[in-house]
């Protein structure tokens, strides 16, 4: 069965600390990999993606993921967080050159401190 | 460009009771997913439509149901509304050729009593 997994439900850390993110999948076949956020009050939003090239994907704010093939995984990291960036991470797939449902994780609450 | 828009934004119903939630997808976006995220969980497909037709489904029961108009805008209707389908209800648009990142709108967070 499809699904996706993320290692942390809840984070939390102080302001200027290192953030990395787990997130490994099950999906035969080739995916696109997503994360998205979603700030307090607000909708989810797409921070980076992932469709096929370099494994090292740049997104907004500062954040980065690395897609590992041969581990099924797609980390999320920034090497210093903010306050503002509190908010639920979810990691999703979906299947590549198909249909486009997306697959979530349960999501991870990250909270950072000032 | 204006982005994914819903309606209501909340909205409280009783247990067997019926429920139509609207959406309209970012300009240009001809393709309508829809998921249920319930409290404390990733989003849930419910299913997509393309074309004004229901293209793929998740496992989700009859009583979930949806339309697509041709100015690309879609409803989501749940029948017989259970305690259990309380939960923020969002609508995805994309593009159908090549559009294989969807964009959220705000959701409708349903409240079932």
């Known amino acids: ?114 | 460009d204006a982005g994914v828009t819903q309606s209501p934004t909340h909205l409280i119903k009783t247990r067997g009771q019926q429920v139509t939630l609207r959406c309209s997808p970012k300009s240009g976006h001809d393709t309508v997913s829809w998921y249920q995220q319930a409290l404390g969980q990733g989003p849930q497909f419910i299913f997509q439509y393309y074309e004004e037709e229901e293209r793929q489904r998740g496992n989700f029961p009859d009583r979930f149901s949806g339309h697509q108009f041709p100015n690309y805008s879609s409803e989501l209707n749940v029948n017989a509304l259970l305690l259990g389908d309380s939960a923020l209800y969002l609508c995805a648009s994309s593009l159908a050729s090549g559009g294989e990142t969807q964009y959220f709108g705000p959701g409708t967070r349903l409240l079932v009593l």
Not at chain 1, 65 to 77: D, G, P, Q
């Open chain 1, 1 to 114: 069965a499809q699904s996706v997994s993320q290692h942390n439900h809840h984070v939390i850390l102080s302001e200027a600390a290192s953030l990395e993110l787990g997130c490994n999948y099950s999906y035969g076949g080739t995916v696109n990999l997503f994360w998205y956020v979603q700030y307090p009050g607000q909708h989810l939003q797409l921070l980076l993606k992932y469709f096929s090239g370099d494994p090292l994907v740049k997104g907004i704010k500062g954040f980065e993921a690395e897609f590992i093939k041969s581990k099924f995984s797609f980390n999320l990291r920034k090497p210093s967080v903010q306050w503002s960036d509190t908010a639920e991470y979810f990691c999703a797939v979906n299947r590549a050159g198909g249909y486009n449902k997306l697959i979530f994780g349960a999501g991870t609450r990250l909270a950072v401190h000032p």
